[in-house]
T-cell receptor
Framework: DGGITQSPKYLFRKEGQNVTLSCEQN?????MYWYRQDPGQGLRLIYYSQIVNDFQKGDIAEGYSVSREKKESFPLTVTSAQKNPTAFYLC??????????FGPGTRLTVL | AQSVSQHNHHVILSEAASLELGCNYS??????LFWYVQYPGQHLQLLLKYFSGDPLVKGIKGFEAEFIKSKFSFNLRKPSVQWSDTAEYFCAVKSYGGATNKLIFGTGTLLAVQP
């Protein structure tokens, strides 16, 4: 089946640790995105990539990093510099008509 | 900067009641408009979209939305809600012709339908 997969579904991290969230798509989409979803704040864009080996900061990029070495993959690293990392993280890619397709999300909890 | 406003943060309705969720955006040019829905424990999924043409757009599960350019609005409607419509609803806007495909999302409206 075509779609976007994110792993793991739940992730726990100790303060001061970096952690990497996986996002893979087999939709052959060029553009991919990472969002953070917090209650009452909607979706806020962290990073996006329009093509392999290129990515841009979104609205809340501080404390995060990404890479885009393959078209199918867009991993997000939450670094120890992120002040409030506990959140629900969503990965998306853009289809032909600019609609975005979303993965199931990863819920990160910092202990 | 572009922004999207969803004025209703929480809505509680009884089954069979009519629904209208507001969405306003701030951008003067041509836009693509979207409504997404997130059912409990499920992926965020596209409900409907507007690109051009008829400003009344029909989506899945009996939802529709009307684009009113003069009011910068794209309100979501359903004539008769069901308990299964309980979900969070997000409005999103993309400015047409922009350098990227970035969507700007509203803060969401949590709808609870009581049986």
């Amino acid at each position: 089946d075509g779609g976007i997969t994110q792993s793991p579904k739940y992730l726990f991290r100790k303060e001061g640790q970096n952690v990497t969230l996986s996002c893979e798509q087999n939709l052959n989409h060029d553009a991919m995105y990472w969002y953070r979803q917090d209650p009452g704040q909607g979706l806020r864009l962290i990073y996006y990539s329009q093509i392999v080996n290129d990515f841009q900061k979104g609205d809340i990029a501080e404390g995060y990093s990404v890479s885009r070495e393959k078209k199918e993959s867009f991993p997000l690293t939450v670094t120890s510099a992120q002040k409030n990392p506990t959140a629900f993280y969503l990965c998306a890619s853009t289809g032909t008509y600019n609609e975005q397709f979303f993965g199931p999300g990863t819920r990160l909890t910092v202990l | 900067a572009q922004s999207v406003s969803q004025h209703n943060h929480h809505v509680i309705l009884s089954e069979a009641a009519s629904l209208e969720l507001g969405c306003n955006y701030s951008y003067g040019g041509t836009v693509n408009l979207f409504w997404y829905v997130q059912y409990p424990g499920q992926h965020l999924q596209l409900l409907l979209k507007y690109f051009s043409g008829d400003p009344l757009v029909k989506g899945i599960k009996g939802f529709e939305a009307e684009f009113i350019k003069s009011k910068f609005s794209f309100n979501l409607r359903k004539p008769s809600v069901q308990w299964s419509d309980t979900a969070e609803y997000f409005c999103a806007v993309k400015s047409y012709g922009g350098a990227t495909n970035k969507l700007i999302f509203g803060t969401g409206t949590l709808l609870a339908v009581q049986p």
